[in-house]
């Protein structure tokens, strides 16, 4: 697998004092997307914008395609466009203007075909003309990402992407990253809608107090921590687990009327209508049940949490 | 060179600078125009008999106010164009983005000292109908207005990037620029104060832009020798460039 990113040692102490990246290493594949989730004050944004120019590291290398992002800039970042996270945006001009600008900024040559096709795929082009100012929360947002993608770039970052957006605009965004995807981006987002990881993302980091705290493919964390549950409630409560029943282990709460099941994730996967059959079997009738998968969302809590 | 980038950013404040055209032109030349009403119409003839004047107050009185304009002018154009970016945060996209400290100075100060030389060109043009006066070395002119937008421009961005609010950026230009301006010779000329004021006024950088300048319209009697005049400009020009050069090479209230 191809290394686009390679963060090696990065760390930064702002001026405060604050650490906001404790030794930091870290290798983005070309073409994936990597979701980095992560508490407020974890260093996400902080690593971002290092690798983008906008932070002065404290110490480490960061290489983009293979060039130092302090010695070669201009070419890691001509490769690298940026959606940050507050909405900064210009208020007087048009859509079309800041993002034809943004363009050249990035040493492009004018090319107006490419922008109207950007605007197009983020359903601004009816908005061009019009003053960001006069622009809701969430278009703004997409003006954010045209001006990003106005310059081709090879890797984009999206920094909490979908923050204040509603679930239709939300939807063609990811749209517009599943076809950057397919056309070859590497796109690395951060995001606090943990599901958004879980549908978008080929790997998924994990930061918390500015440290990677586990990195892995997404099936793979899924798989590894993301336990199935089969919940029944009992028609008659019980006072014990009945002892035909003692292969699966289930739990009895809720004052003997709910039995708890977890699944094995390597093991049998009829366990669970089996252990629905032997209840039949022994006449222990139940008013429903359940199956539920241990989201991302309560692994990622999980796993960031203080102990106890 | 990153020239997209320059021409980029070059074209969009001067959209700005079109876009709020009423406040970047038209309110500088109405003020100057009430100076020349005023100093120039209303109080030339008894002023004719200064010495050092020239015999005509009101032409005296052009190469200052068209110096003093560009200062004040040069350094807001400049200083905001720069902190209004960090203001509202859209600096993050110019931090970002593939260009040098000199790609960005040339075009925010090169946007700048446009308007600013527009600026006092309209003003000169503005005092040429209200009073007849001719322009001896008129490459001089020129390049005196060039030189003086350029190095205040430059000191506008350092304000600009310097500045945390918009009381820093006002504090400059209000409370030294303008007094200096006001005691650098653009109403009269250095010779009719006292000794004691005179050798001050040595140490007024202002001065030795306006007597160039006014050496250049070949009105009155110079304050300094033209060579100093020119030297001053260059060196301040030096001065602030070298600033410039240091605040980006550190990152220095830009980068975090």
Redesign the interface.
């Known amino acids: 697998m191809e290394i686009i990113v390679s963060v090696k040692g990065l760390t930064k102490t702002y001026a405060s004092g604050v650490q906001a990246l404790k030794p930091v290493d870290l290798e983005i594949r070309k073409g994936e997307i990597l979701a980095l989730l992560g508490p407020n004050g974890a260093g996400k944004t902080t690593l971002i914008g290092i690798i983008c120019g906008i932070v002065n590291p404290s110490s480490g290398t960061v290489t983009v395609d293979g060039h130092d992002i302090i010695r070669d800039f201009r070419k890691t970042r001509a490769l690298i466009g940026l959606v940050p996270q507050e909405l900064a945006t210009e208020a007087f001009e048009s859509v079309w203007s800041v993002v034809s600008y943004s363009r050249g900024l990035f040493g492009k040559a004018p090319n107006p075909a490419h922008i109207e096709k950007v605007l197009k795929s983020l359903s601004l082009w009816d908005k061009r003309t019009a003053k960001i100012m006069t622009l809701s929360g969430g278009m703004k947002r997409r003006v954010l990402i045209a001006k990003a993608l106005s310059h081709e770039p090879r890797i984009l970052f999206l920094d909490e992407p979908t923050a204040g957006v509603d679930v239709e605009l939300r939807k063609d965004m990811w749209q517009v990253v599943r076809e950057l995807r397919a056309s070859g981006v590497t796109i690395i987002l951060t995001t606090h809608y943990i599901e958004e990881a879980e549908e978008m993302a080929d790997r998924i980091g994990v930061m918390n107090k500015g440290e990677i705290i586990l990195i892995e493919d997404k099936d793979v964390l899924m798989h590894k921590l993301g336990r199935k549950q089969l919940t029944v409630h009992l028609a008659q409560k019980l006072k014990a687990v009945p002892a035909a029943l003692k292969t699966w282990g289930p739990e009895l709460t809720g004052e003997g009327r709910i039995l708890t099941y977890t699944l094995d994730p390597d093991g049998d996967r009829g366990a669970a209508s089996a252990l629905l059959r032997k209840l039949d079997e022994l006449n222990i009738a139940y008013t429903d049940f359940s199956t539920s998968q241990k989201s991302l969302e309560e692994i990622f809590v999980g796993l960031v949490q203080e102990p106890a | 060179m ?1 020239v ?2 320059i ?3 070059y ?2 404040e001067m ?2 600078t079109l ?1 709020t055209l009423w406040q970047s032109v038209v309110s500088p030349v109405i003020s100057t125009s009430l100076y020349f009403v005023v100093f120039g119409a209303a109080m030339a003839a008894s002023m004719r008999q200064m010495p050092g004047v020239g015999g005509n107050y009101g032409a005296f009185i052009v190469p200052g106010l068209i110096m003093m304009t560009l200062f004040t002018q040069s350094i807001f154009n400049a200083s905001f164009a720069i902190f209004f970016p960090k203001f ?3 600096i ?9 400290f000199v790609e960005i100075i040339i075009a925010y100060v090169g946007a700048a000292a446009t308007k600013s030389v527009a600026l006092g060109l309209i003003i000169l043009a503005t005092a040429r109908l209200m009073m007849p006066f001719n322009i001896e070395h008129p490459f001089w002119m020129i390049a005196f207005l060039v030189i003086t937008a350029l190095s205040f421009s430059l000191f506008g961005f350092i304000i600009g990037v310097l500045s945390a609010g918009f009381e820093e950026i006002q504090f400059i230009p209000m409370l030294i620029v303008t007094p200096l301006t006001f005691l650098g010779g653009a109403f009269y000329p250095i010779k009719i104060l006292p000794p004691i004021w005179q050798l001050i006024s040595k140490f007024n950088p202002i001065v030795y832009l306006i007597s160039g300048y006014r050496w250049s319209f070949g009105v009155g009697e110079a304050d300094v020798p033209v060579g100093l005049s020119l030297a001053f400009m260059f060196g301040f020009f030096a001065i602030c460039l070298t600033v410039v050069a240091w605040i980006f090479k550190t ?1 220095y209230r830009i ?2």
């Open positions: 990153n997209h980038a021409a980029a950013i074209k969009f959209n700005r876009r509202i945060g859209t993050y996209e110019l931090l970002s983005a593939p260009v040098s990152g980068k975090v």
